[in-house]
């Protein structure tokens, strides 16, 4: 079979991300969670989170990662998760985890974000692994600015440039073209992707204290079929951009993909995600 639709531009991610919650908790949730426990442990250095006292905002949360890092490490702690995707809420909410409350939020849009309050009250507020998909990254972390009490810490993670999953599906591709090029995996081919970019954002918003940095954390597998179940069932849009972006036949990738995990990334077992971690205060 070749494909013959064009790249999807994710341009609905309410509906593209809710189709993809539950594939999405258990791999790239896990993934992200590596990183969320980093970027709680660091915040704390900085400002620490108190209970009570404490209000965390988790701008982009999906499934929880970072919600499930910052309760399991501070038990009580008050928590606003938000997303644009009811579905992936309702994994969170299914969790029923003590003072986190869910709220369905568009983060690129500033007059729905308000909704997230009109007072400046959050404590510590993070974002991780969802600007990158939003054409206004600016506008987000200005609204989380605005959201901030003063002395209040942001956090943020986006992926970095080197990225296992998008790397070896164009290490295949390219075995049977090898003109293949990756499509960029976010709607905005000029998405952050660099520690300067955030920082520069930062400054120019105001935030002190500014700490970034590269941190490397491991996409789990246990084999290549546990990882072509996930690409081929997941329905996670970024896996489906790069599948349709592929002209040739898709059987032959499948095969070629196959070959690359058992003999580049050791049965599936070495795939590493490239993460940029920032943090800054009011
Ligand atoms: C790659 S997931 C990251 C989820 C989670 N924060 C993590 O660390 O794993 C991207 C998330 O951003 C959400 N998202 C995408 N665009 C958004 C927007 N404009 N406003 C709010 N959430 C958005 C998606 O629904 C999805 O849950």
Redesign the pocket.
Known sequence: MSASKDVPDLTN??ES??TA?TS?AER??R???H??NHLIHISHDLHPFRVPGSYVL?????????TDAVTELFPGIRVLA????PG?LETLDAKQIHNVTTRV?????LNN?AALGTDASFTHAF????VM??LEPLN?VREMHRVLEPGGLIGL?IWGERLGPNTLWEEACQTLDPTYKLPSPFADPNAWRTEDEIAQAFTQLGFKEIHTEIYKVPFEFENTAAYLKFWYGAKNP?ADRFKLSFKGDQEEAKKALEKVLKERYNDAKSIFVETVLAIGRK
């Open positions: 991610p309410a991300w809710s919650s999405y790239v949730g993934m992200s969670r990183a969320a988790d701008n982009g949360a999906g499934t929880g990662p970072l938000a997303d644009v995707a992936m939020a568009d983060a690129s849009e974000v974002s991780t692994f969802m998909f939003t987000v993670g970024v």
